[in-house]
DNA sequence: CTAGTCGGTGTTTTT
DNA sequence: CACCGACTAG
């Protein structure tokens, strides 16, 4: 292919702006990247072009992303432009190539060469454990904050003897946590996920060869999603360019949410300073939305403060208004979301186009109860993830100690599932000795086992057990030597044993990681570099939990939190939960952290090609408790203009109306609610410019027979149902109420002989 | 050592 | 409400 063929093919599909990236000089850029605007094509087309039109070597190119789907999917577009696959294209997560580089120069980074990666499971059960052992009182020492503390540390770059003596008592025994976890996690040989990245930043500061060898190697670097840099990954993408080579860092400031796990938006206003004659270009036309949604999205944005700025547009159609719902209950919200899509499934729509989108994970159960009652397909996204599951986690276990006995980590694990008849008492006289001698749980075990008087014969049959199985297991190919290691270690038996639901799904799942390891093909590079196939499987399996939740190719209804969301996008998307206290979370509202609150809402509302709906509900069980919500502030904030106040029983539309239009509309025409509630509505409008929904004394109790709106009752022919609405009032009252199995009924509420459930 | 009960707690999550 | 961890009884 000539060059010019290389390059019309290349440019010819792009808009300016993105032609303007993709065939930029060798400069570093900083692309600004609207929610929809192609990013990741424009990336793509970057590398493209630099590898056929600017000549680049695929050897000197750098990509990172944050998750593997991203990189996985990166790698996938560039091979298919190319029509050629790039195998030595460094194409991955941060911390897949911070592994990768660690597996490279182990000795450098002052790693053992068998160091195995500690997820985020592992590592808090070892900062507990040492939290005990230090003698701090574990309930003002809760191992979860202690972990994200050390964790935060190692992001900042700080190691535990960075700290001058100053710091007050708190910190002091922070500090010594961190020195005994570090210390613990060197003598096991486990690196954490925090500690990749730190390891990696350290080798190529402090090794000269290291540095200039990758400095040499990489002259693009190229980054995705940056505004969800940590201050650490910075620093290292800093280092790596140096002098001489070139970043190409696409983000976008308004999408940045994960700042409470250290992601600094502030990195791209660094970038310009950092990186000279870094120029910004911006992507802001959108290929994604409707004009609507759009104008909601940038109404809402416009909010915040210290923006980089962008305003994003599309010459589409504006499309149909926001749906906005009040429902009554959590209950009456799934109800109304689970309405809509089966008006949907009536169109040319199938489960997948739409997805339901939640600030919490609690907020699943209720919409997953309805979808389950509508018999609609669903699928959860988040949740446990195949290696983090129980069953996984024991057999990786197992498969550790078959490489490194003195991961401790994995041998307490392996001790106790299946049980070996050596129990807490004994395991902590090991944990003691282990540490008076500085030695690893094993040594000790091999050496002392006799201290343990009775127990020290089930103690050394354990130890022979594993010796046994290593031995038996060497020269086995990788699936099979996990078949063994799961038969001989007894965890099958162990599994097959326990009763209840769950237990087949273990024992499937304990198939499934010997297919899993059978399919794995490892790595080009790592086979080049010479990894043996165990420790690159056990990499993977850390680096890479695998899907959350059963995958099932089958079309269906996605629910997701609205993190879990970003970066995809759905033809009709439900928002749920817009209360204050919701979404904004009450976390966030009480920290004053809004704008991140509402960069999540931009997002949520990005996400929807043609038609996006709000809902809140007045009423929600929260921790069992039910409490009364206001609506979501970010409501008020999307230009009115853009929503529909929608009814859907009486099948009418009508722009929303917050404060008192909004009871004439909502209590006027014969809803009411009988409620204990009526009277703590009493004041007047909430300083936000909303009221709460208010009902005049007299609207206030006319109790429907005691019955509520969403309220489940049962009636004699038709069985149990909800109820959907109350209309008229006396002896003429009707009620409109869901059936589980005869559908929605009409019934004079006098009749009906309804029962409360 | 397991099973069962009590009490405390309760965003967002990738690697 | 629902889960998890800690503690107690067998």
Redesign the pocket.
């Known amino acids: 292919m000539d060059d010019f063929s290389a390059v019309a093919q290349l440019v010819g599909s792009l808009n300016d702006a993105q032609k303007d990236a993709v065939t930029a000089p060798p400069e570093h850029r900083l692309v600004l990247a609207g929610a929809g605007s192609g990013k990741t094509r424009v990336l793509v087309h970057r590398i493209a072009w630099l590898i056929s039109v600017e000549n680049v070597s695929p050897l000197s190119i750098l990509a990172v992303t ?4 991203a990189a996985n999917e990166m790698r996938g577009r560039i091979e298919q432009l190319l029509t050629m696959p790039v195998r030595q294209l460094w194409v991955g ?1 941060f ?2 190539i911070a592994h990768r580089m660690l597996r490279l120069h182990w000795k450098e980074a002052k790693l053992r060469q068998d160091f195995a990666i500690l ?2 499971d592992d590592q808090q059960r070892l900062v507990k454990r040492l939290i005990k052992q230090l003698d701090l009182p ?1 309930d003002q020492w809760p191992h979860k904050m202690v972990t994200n503390w050390i964790n935060s540390q190692k992001e900042e770059g700080r190691r535990p003897d960075h700290f001058d003596d100053l710091g007050d008592f708190t910190q002091r025994a922070l500090v010594r946590v961190y020195a005994a976890y570090q210390q613990s996690c060197e003598s096991q040989g486990l690196v954490d ?1 925090a500690e990749l990245l730190l390891r990696a930043y350290e080798l190529c500061r402090d090794s000269a060869d290291i540095q200039a060898h990758y400095r040499r190697k990489f002259r693009h670097i190229l980054v995705d999603e940056f505004q969800d840099t940590n201050t650490l990954q910075y620093l290292w993408l800093k280092l790596l360019v140096g002098n001489a080579g070139v970043l190409f860092a696409v983000g976008d400031d308004d999408q940045s949410v994960y700042g ?2 250290g992601a600094k938006v502030e990195n791209m206003l660094r970038l310009e300073r950092d990186f000279r004659g870094c120029e910004v270009v911006r992507l802001e036309q959108n290929y994604r939305s409707t004009g609507t949604i759009l104008k909601a999205a940038n109404g809402l944005i416009e909010r915040n403060n210290g923006r980089l700025g962008k305003n994003l547009w599309t010459d589409g159609a504006d499309g149909a208004p926001i749906q906005l719902y009040a429902a009554f209950n959590e209950y009456d919200e799934a109800e109304f979301v689970v309405n809509r899509i089966r008006d949907y499934l009536n169109g040319p729509h199938r489960h997948s186009d739409m997805a339901i989108l939640y ?4 907020q699943s ?1 209720v919409l997953e109860e309805m979808l389950i009652r509508a018999r609609l397909p669903y699928r959860i996204y ?1 949740g446990l993830r195949f290696f983090e599951r129980m069953e996984v986690k024991d057999a990786l276990a197992w498969l550790r100690l078959m490489r490194n006995r003195d991961d401790d980590v994995s041998f307490e694990r392996a001790l106790s599932t299946p ?1 070996h ?5 004994s395991l902590e006289k090991l944990r003691v000795a282990a540490r008076e001698s500085a030695s690893s749980l094993w040594t000790t075990a091999r050496r002392d086992a006799a201290m343990l008087g009775r127990t020290a014969g089930a103690l050394n049959k354990f130890l022979d057990k594993v010796d046994a199985i290593a031995a038996q297991v060497q020269d086995l190919a990788l699936g099979k030597l996990i078949d063994v290691v799961v038969a001989n270690s007894g965890l099958r038996e162990h599994y097959q044993k326990e009763k209840g639901e769950q237990a087949e799904g273990r024992l499937e799942n304990l198939d499934e990681i010997v297919s899993a390891a059978r399919g794995f093909e490892r790595p080009a590079n790592e086979q080049e570099e010479g990894i043996d196939p165990l420790s690159a499987f056990l990499a993977h399996a850390a ?3 695998g899907e ?1 939740q059963a995958a099932a190719g089958e079309d269906s209804v996605q629910l ?2 609205l ?2 969301a970003k970066g995809l996008e759905f033809p009709i998307v439900f928002i749920v939960g817009l209360e204050n206290g919701v979404f904004p ?1 009450m ?2 509202v009480e ?1 004053g ?1 809004l704008e991140e ?1 509402r960069r999540l809402c931009y997002v949520g509302i990005t996400r929807a090609r043609q038609q996006l709906y709000l809902s809140y509900a007045e009423i929600r ?1 929260i ?2 408790v039910e409490q009364i919500g206001m609506p979501s502030q970010f409501l008020k904030e999307i230009p009115p203009e853009c929503v529909m106040e929608t009814r859907p029983r009486a099948g009418m539309l009508r722009p929303p109306s917050f404060g008192g239009a909004r009871e004439e509309a909502r209590f006027g025409g014969g809803y009411g609610s009988s409620g204990g509630y009526g009277n703590r509505y009493g004041g007047g409008s909430s300083p936000s410019g909303y009221s709460a929904p208010r009902r005049s004394a007299a609207l206030a109790t006319p109790a429907y027979g005691g019955f509520k709106l969403g309220q489940r009752v049962t009636h004699d022919k038709f069985g149990e149902g909800t109820i959907l609405s109350f209309e008229g009032e006396g002896e003429r009252a009707q009620v409109e109420i869901r059936f589980r199995s005869a559908g929605v009924k009409r019934l004079v509420l006098g009749m009906a002989k309804l029962q409360a459930l």
Do not use: I, P, Q
């Not at 944050?66 to 789907?69: A, H």
């Not at 008849?421 to 008492?425: E, F, H």
């Open positions: 944050f998750t593997n789907k997560t911390h897949g997820d985020a574990e996920f409470w796990r600030r919490s994970n609690a159960r988040g049980s008849g050596v129990g807490a008492t680096l890479e939990a959350g997701m939190t993190h879990a979370s976390r966030a920290e952290n609150e069980r921790h069992g």
